[in-house]
């Protein structure tokens, strides 16, 4: 059995994560499993050396039998320690399929909007070394690009909180010695031993996880370079609106690299088109070679929920109306995100049917014909239609980006306060953070080891066969 992590090793990994403010208050994601359950009390620890203090915060996601119970356990657990815990339902209909991508999805919704509501500034992720090696095989079955084989970020900013995740060096079975030599019990997910579940039959199967890691911290300083060669030419030929769409300049984009220019086409589709993830690298290619590599104007093409299409010099990225997301129903004042990019906040309550919903083709029409001025805004129509509309059952109501709001409306009534365009993936952020260990601490094996490779160990390196 491996040492466990020591509180000072902790300390020099997660001192690496900062700035942190004085008397820092953290939440972490406590399933109550071996990994959130060590993780918890690691970070307590090294909070209340700093004058500070966690938060633990548990979603009760329904899917099973048992699973309030298990959360209350956690709470027991962690009420002897002096921890603060919270319980967070998912509510609302459960998929039937993806079952736990879309778990995953609405956890992480559910633990951000706690952070943003009680303005927590870091919350705390419990993926560890094998959680680390398990993605990086997966990425490898599913013949993932460059960036996908660097694995999951030690860092996220995101607009509510920073996704830490400082365990990304530690074995499983460092965490397990830390608990036991604690004399705290853990629960097992049973979902961990279902065959159904693509990581469980990975588990039972990655036998060489140092070589991932390898792999996964080679990868990600390349992509460290990329992201941020990307960064600085962005910051030269993008303009971002705050309709939601981008602009980036053609003369620039063809003086640069390949491969660069279509890294930064690729973050203004993934900005405007709302996605938390790219889409597939051929189909960019084909869209640039067409779209760059020609003169004058020409129609859109598609793209990640985009239309992509060049004009007056300029490539532009507009939303693609067909691709927007769901309506979101407003009955009270809050802050509400649509289509993946915009965080829209309302004030008052609103009557039965109010929604936030596209302006589309008929309520740009409804618009005109009440303000004819608005035919000489200089935005495109792609991007008028595409604008977070507030209705109601009489119809549009009020546009926020367009300074319209029906006359004759109850100036009592529901309003919105701003409609901000804030996508899922920033068009270019603080980076990729790849977790370098400061001392090694991946198990008594070499990395490598003998036989066949399945992981390219650099960038450079050629995929392996896999076994």
């Known amino acids: 059995m491996a040492p466990h992590l020591s509180d000072r090793e902790f300390a020099v990994r997660l001192d690496r994560m900062g700035p942190f403010e004085s008397s820092p208050h953290l939440a972490v994601g406590v399933s109550g499993g ?50 603060e815990h919270r319980v967070l339902t998912w509510t609302g209909s459960k998929p039937a399929v993806a079952i736990q991508a879309v778990a995953r999805d609405a956890r992480r919704l559910l633990l951000a909007r706690y952070c943003r509501d009680h303005g927590i500034l870091h919350l705390l992720l419990a993926h560890q070394a094998d959680d680390q090696a398990e993605t990086i095989l997966m990425r490898v079955v599913a013949e993932s690009g460059p960036d996908g084989m660097a694995g999951m970020a030690a860092i996220v900013e995101q607009d509510d909180v920073r996704l830490l995740r400082p365990l990304l060096d530690i074995r499983h079975e460092q965490l397990i010695a830390l608990l036991r030599d604690a004399g705290q019990d853990w629960i097992e997910d049973p979902s961990n031993r279902d065959p159904r579940f693509s990581r469980s039959h990975l588990r039972e199967n990655t036998s060489r996880p140092d070589e991932a890691l390898a792999a996964a911290s080679s990868w990600g300083r390349e992509r460290q370079v990329r992201e941020q060669s990307t960064a600085v030419l962005l910051a030269q030929v993008a303009t971002l609106y705050p309709e939601g769409w981008v602009s980036l300049d053609l003369v620039q984009l063809r003086a640069a690299p390949q491969d660069t220019a279509r890294r930064a086409v690729l973050r203004a589709v993934m900005a405007v088109g709302g996605l938390a993830y790219p889409p597939r690298g051929d189909r960019l290619a084909r869209l640039l070679d067409d779209l760059l590599g020609t003169e004058g104007e020409r129609s859109g093409r598609t793209l990640g929920g985009c239309i992509v299409r060049v004009s007056r010099g300029r490539l532009l990225v507009l939303r693609e109306a067909a691709a927007i997301g769901e309506d979101v129903l407003i009955d009270a004042s809050g802050r509400h995100i649509w289509d993946g990019r915009f965080a ?124």
Do not use: C, N
Not at 439 to 455: C, E, K, L, T, Y
């Open 34 to 83: 071996a990994d959130s359950m060590a993780l918890t009390l690691l970070a307590d620890r090294w909070a209340r050396a700093r004058g500070g203090r966690v938060t633990a915060l548990t979603v009760d996601h329904g899917l099973r039998a048992g699973s309030s119970e298990e959360a209350a356990r956690v709470g027991v657990w962690l009420a002897r320690h002096g921890i």
């Open 344 to 467: 829209v906040s309302t004030r008052g309550v609103a009557p039965s049917g109010t929604r936030i919903s596209a302006l589309g083709k008929a309520g740009w029409s409804t618009l005109v014909g009440s303000d004819k001025s608005l035919k000489s805004l200089a935005i495109p129509e792609a991007v008028r239609i595409a604008l977070p509309a507030l209705w109601d059952l009489d119809g549009v109501l009020e546009v926020y980006h367009l300074l319209y709001r029906r006359k004759g409306a109850d100036p009592d009534s529901v309003r919105v306060v701003s409609a901000v365009f804030r996508p899922r993936q920033v068009i270019a952020g603080a980076g990729f953070a790849a977790l370098e260990p400061p001392s090694p601490s991946w198990g008594d094996r070499a990395v490598g080891g003998s036989g066949p490779s399945i992981f390219p160990l650099s960038p450079g390196g050629q995929r392996g066969v896999l076994q």
